[in-house]
C-alpha cells in the first residue's frame, strides 16, 4: 500500500503567481471579487499620433519602421519609431530584455499606451506599455483596472483570474430588496461597473467612491459589521453575571465603596460622580457589564475603577484589574494599596517576573479568595490562575492588548456557575485613555455602552507645546541645566525611540541620550528606563524619580501611560515625529499633573513627511483629547486608529468613516430590524462579509 503521504498523494506545487494571490489572501472566489482597482486605464480609444501633445496620457496604435539598440557613454537603450497616417512617434526604453527587440520588428502593428512628452526626435514615450495587435484588432469595451498587486503577480494575469471569480462567486442578493437604500445597484451589478467600468463611466465618482456601485459595497461592509455588533449584544442580553451590590444584595452589610470615597484625599469631579453611578447601575444588574471608560489623560479613570473594585468586593467577590505593562501595573497597584488596603482589602500583585515562592504564595492568596484585588499585566490571565469568586475585570489601555488576551480573559471569568449551573459571565470594564471620535464608538464599539470623564480634576495645568528643529538640541539642554541651576524643583522626562542605536536607523538612542546628560548636567542625577531593564532595577529607578531624588529621567515609551509624577514639568520628546499622535498626547500627558507650569518640547528631524508635519502641528495646536483623537483617526485611519481590536485584517476595506456617516447612521438602523425580521439573511450576510473576523468584534 502505498503511503498516503507519498510523491502521488502530494498536492501540487503552487505557481508564483498562485503563491501571491495566497500570500494577499485572494483565495477565494468571492475575496478575488472584493479585490477592487486601484485606478483605471483607458484602452477604449485609439488616439491619432499627429494629434498627441507633450503632457498626454494616450494610447496610439501603428507600424513599426525601425527598432535598434543605441549606445551611449552610460548606458544602451532600446528606441523604436512607429508611424501611423498622422505621424511618427519615438518609443524609448531605458531598461529592456531582447524579447521586446523581437517584438518590434519593423512591419510589426503595435498598440502602445503611456505618457507623451517632447524629446530630441520630437515626440516619445518612455517605457510605454506595449502590446503586438492584428491588423483590426477589436479596443476593449470597458475600462482597464490596475489592481494592488507584488512583483509575482503580474496584472494580466490578476486581471484574468479575477474576471473569472467575478463569474463564478456566490453574489446572489441575501439582502431584502427594503434592506438596501433605494437607488442602489444589486451587489453583482456593482461589483460589475468596479471591476469594468463601461467606457462612459463618471471617472471623478469611480475615483472619490461616491459611484452608487461603491455605495452599495460600502453599506453592506457597514451592514454586516453593525449586524455583528447588534448579535454581540442580544448574545450578551442572554447571559447571567452576578449583581453586584455594595454592602450585599440587601445592602446591610459593608459598604466598602462608601467607606473608600469617604476616605479618598480629594473630592471627586462632577464627570467621575456621573460615570460611577453609570458602572453602579450596570454592576447591580445580571447582566454582564460590557462598557468602555475612555477619558483624557489625567481625568482620573483610576479612581473610578478603584469604586467599581470596592463595590464588587463589597458584594463579597474579587476583582482584576490589568495593565499591559509592569510599570502602568505598578503604578495602579501602589494607588490601589495605598486606597483600599487600609480598609481591609488584600490586594495580590501578579506579573510575569514575580515567580517562584512570591508568585506561588499570591497565587494561593488569589485562589483562597484572601486577594478579593488582584492587579497586574497578562499574568493574569495565565492558565494557574484560578480564582475563587471573580466578578468584574477591569482592563486599562484595552487597545493595548491583543484580541486573543481579551477573548482569554473573558473565557477565564466565565468558570464560574451559579447555583442552577448556569454560566456567570463576568462584568468587563476597559479603560483607555485615547478618546473615540463618535463615529468610531458608533462602527466599532456599537455593542458598548460608553462612559465620558470629560471633566479634568481642579490643580491640573495646561501644558504648553513647543516645536524645536534637532539642531536647537544643544540649547534645549542649556535651557534645562539654566532650570536646575537655579536649585528649581522641576523634573525632567527625556522620551526616545530606541534602546540603543541601531545600523539601520539613525535616532538618538536612550543610553547615548542618558550619557550625553549626564555629562552636560553635572552634580544631578541622570536615570535611565526602558524596556529590556529587570524589573527590579526599573522600579528602583522610577522609585528615585518619584521622590525627587533624581531630576532627569531619559526613557523610551515604557512611561506613555500610567506614570503619575506630579512635580515632573517639563517633557522632552526626541525624534517627535517617529511617534503616532495618540502616543504624542500620551507622553505629553506625563506633565502637567502638579500645579507648576509645564511644557513638551517635541525635537524632530527633517525633511518631515506630511502626515509627521500633521502630527505635529496637531499636537501644537490642541490639547484636547477628543480633538486630537479626531484628529488622529483622519490622519491614519480606522484600521490603524482600532490597533489591536482587529485580528491584523482592517475590518473596514471600503467605507470611510469620514465621508460615509450617512450611510453608517442607515446601516445602524437597519441591522435590529433584519435581525428581527430575516435573522437568517443577516447570519449570512454577515459571514459573507466578516466570516471569523465577526469575533474579533466583539472582543
Request: hydrophobic content about 45%; glycine content about 8%; aromatic content about 4%.
Amino acid at each position: 500500500m502505498s503511503s498516503r503521504n507519498g510523491d502521488a498523494q502530494r498536492e501540487p506545487a503552487l505557481s508564483a503567481p498562485a503563491r501571491a494571490l495566497r500570500k494577499l489572501g485572494l483565495v477565494r472566489d468571492i475575496d478575488l471579487a472584493l479585490h477592487l482597482p486601484l485606478r483605471y486605464e483607458d484602452e477604449t480609444r485609439l488616439v491619432p499620433i499627429g494629434a498627441l501633445h507633450a503632457g498626454d496620457t494616450a494610447q496610439v496604435q501603428g507600424e513599426v519602421s525601425d527598432c535598434r539598440v543605441e549606445h551611449s557613454r552610460t548606458r544602451r537603450q532600446l528606441v523604436a519609431r512607429i508611424a501611423d497616417a498622422s505621424g511618427e512617434l519615438v518609443l524609448r526604453w531605458l531598461h529592456f530584455y531582447p524579447s521586446q527587440q523581437k517584438q518590434l520588428a519593423p512591419g510589426r502593428q503595435v498598440r502602445v499606451r503611456g505618457e507623451v512628452r517632447g524629446g530630441f526626435l520630437g515626440l516619445e514615450i518612455v517605457h510605454p506599455v506595449l502590446k503586438v495587435v492584428e491588423p483590426g484588432t477589436p479596443l476593449p469595451q470597458a475600462l482597464t483596472p490596475v489592481y494592488p498587486s507584488t512583483a509575482a503577480l503580474p496584472q494580466a494575469y490578476l486581471r484574468k483570474v479575477i474576471t473569472t471569480a467575478l463569474a463564478r462567486a456566490p453574489l446572489a442578493e441575501i439582502l431584502p430588496p427594503d434592506a438596501v437604500p433605494a437607488g442602489l445597484p444589486t451587489l453583482r451589478e456593482a461589483l460589475a461597473t468596479l471591476h469594468h467600468p463601461a467606457p462612459g463611466a463618471a471617472m471623478a465618482t469611480l475615483e472619490d467612491r461616491s459611484h452608487p456601485a461603491w455605495q452599495r459595497l460600502k453599506y453592506e461592509e457597514l451592514l454586516a459589521q453593525q449586524l455583528s455588533q447588534a448579535q454581540a449584544l442580544a448574545e450578551r442580553a442572554l447571559l447571567r453575571a452576578p449583581p453586584l451590590v455594595a454592602g450585599g444584595e440587601d445592602g446591610k452589610g459593608d459598604d466598602l465603596r462608601a467607606r473608600l470615597a469617604k476616605a479618598l484625599p480629594f473630592a471627586l469631579t462632577g464627570a467621575q460622580r456621573r460615570v460611577t453611578a453609570e458602572i453602579e447601575r450596570d454592576l447591580a444588574q445580571t447582566r454582564p457589564m460590557h462598557r468602555l471608560l475612555q477619558g483624557d489623560v489625567g481625568s482620573g479613570k483610576t479612581v473610578v475603577a478603584a469604586l467599581a473594585a470596592a463595590t464588587a468586593i463589597s458584594a463579597g467577590w474579587q476583582c482584576a484589574l490589568m495593565a499591559p505593562t509592569e510599570i502602568l501595573a505598578e503604578q495602579h497597584f501602589r494607588k490601589l494599596v495605598g486606597w483600599l488596603e487600609p480598609l481591609g482589602v488584600g490586594i495580590a500583585w501578579l506579573t510575569g517576573s514575580r515567580k517562584g515562592r512570591a508568585r506561588r504564595e499570591m497565587l494561593a492568596r488569589i485562589a483562597s479568595g484572601e486577594a478579593a484585588l488582584v492587579v497586574g499585566t497578562h499574568a493574569v490571565i495565565q492558565d494557574d490562575v484560578q480564582f475563587a469568586r471573580l466578578a468584574l475585570a477591569v482592563v486599562d489601555e484595552q487597545h493595548r492588548f491583543g484580541v486573543t488576551q481579551r477573548l482569554a480573559l473573558r473565557a477565564k471569568l466565565g468558570a464560574h456557575a451559579s447555583d442552577d449551573a448556569v454560566p456567570l459571565e463576568p462584568h468587563l470594564l476597559m479603560m483607555s485613555a485615547t478618546p473615540i471620535p463618535r463615529t468610531l464608538a458608533m462602527t466599532y464599539y456599537a455593542d458598548l455602552d460608553v462612559s465620558t470623564l470629560d471633566e479634568l480634576p481642579p490643580g491640573r495645568t495646561p501644558v504648553l507645546t513647543k516645536l524645536f528643529a534637532d539642531d536647537k538640541r544643544d540649547q534645549v539642554i542649556a535651557r534645562i541645566r539654566d532650570e536646575l541651576a537655579r536649585g528649581s524643583e522641576q523634573q525632567v522626562y527625556w522620551v526616545c525611540p530606541l534602546v540603543e542605536e541601531s545600523e539601520h536607523v539613525d535616532l538618538q538612542d536612550a543610553t547615548a541620550t542618558h550619557a550625553e546628560l549626564s555629562a552636560a548636567l553635572p552634580g544631578t542625577m541622570v536615570g535611565l528606563l526602558h524596556g529590556r531593564m529587570p524589573a527590579a532595577e526599573k522600579a528602583a529607578v522610577m522609585s528615585l524619580f518619584t521622590g525627587g531624588q533624581m531630576r532627569v529621567l531619559v526613557a523610551t515609551t515604557v512611561i506613555e501611560v500610567g506614570v503619575d509624577v506630579p512635580s515632573a514639568s517639563l517633557m522632552v520628546i526626541e525624534h517627535a515625529e517617529r511617534f503616532g499622535l495618540a502616543q504624542l498626547h500620551q507622553l505629553r500627558g506625563r506633565v502637567g499633573r502638579g500645579t507648576a507650569a509645564s511644557v513638551c518640547v517635541l525635537l524632530y528631524t527633517g525633511p518631515l513627511s506630511p502626515t509627521a508635519k500633521d502630527r505635529l502641528r496637531a499636537m501644537a495646536e490642541t490639547s484636547d483629547g477628543f480633538e486630537i483623537a479626531r484628529r488622529d483617526l483622519e490622519i491614519r485611519g480606522p484600521g490603524e486608529f482600532m490597533g489591536a481590536r482587529q485580528s491584523g485584517d482592517a475590518l473596514l476595506r471600503f467605507a470611510d468613516l469620514a465621508t460615509d456617516g450617512g450611510l453608517l447612521a442607515q446601516a445602524r438602523a437597519m441591522a435590529p430590524r433584519l435581525l428581527r425580521e430575516s435573522p437568517a439573511a443577516a447570519e449570512e450576510h454577515v459571514a459573507r462579509w466578516l466570516g471569523s473576523r465577526a469575533d474579533y468584534l466583539k472582543a
